[in-house]
Nanobody, 127 residues
Framework: QVQLVESGGGLVQTGSSLRVSCAASGGTFSNHAMGWFRQTPGKEREFVAAIGRSELNTDYADSVKGRFTISRSNAKNTVYLQMNSLKPEDTAAYYC????????????????????WGQGTQVTVSA
């Protein structure tokens, strides 16, 4: 059983940067692919970024490509989402998710592929 705890959310201005983190415990972190999703009230949760067991394999939603960077530290059991050039439309609750994978190259943008979820951290970008 993997537990995930997000942190680092907050209120920032348009154009600012913010890094959110997700600390994992209770499992072998390096055996899990990780993902970030976000959700606003009244909308479905949407894919943001994903990373495989190593940092060599990543995937991004078109809306954040070039602005957001996902990374991980297997030594710290933590996955990060660096968000630059933030826009008001990036305002959402950000959730990290984990799934066990056998192959290091596996990444997934599908919400249903993930087994474990955190409680979320709120990111608000003011205009």
């Amino acid at each position: 059983q993997v537990q995930l705890v997000e942190s680092g959310g907050g209120l920032v201005q348009t154009g600012s940067s913010l890094r959110v983190s997700c600390a994992a415990s209770g499992g072998t972190f390096s055996n899990h692919a990780m993902g970030w999703f976000r959700q606003t009230p009244g909308k479905e949760r949407e894919f943001v970024a994903a990373i495989g067991r190593s940092e060599l394999n990543t995937d991004y939603a078109d809306s954040v490509k070039g602005r957001f960077t996902i990374s991980r530290s297997n030594a710290k059991n933590t996955v990060y989402l660096q968000m630059n050039s933030l826009k008001p439309e990036d305002t959402a609750a950000y959730y990290c998710a984990a799934r066990f994978v056998r192959y290091s190259a596996t990444v997934s943008f599908r919400e249903t592929d993930y087994t474990y979820w955190g409680q979320g951290t709120q990111v608000t970008v003011s205009a």
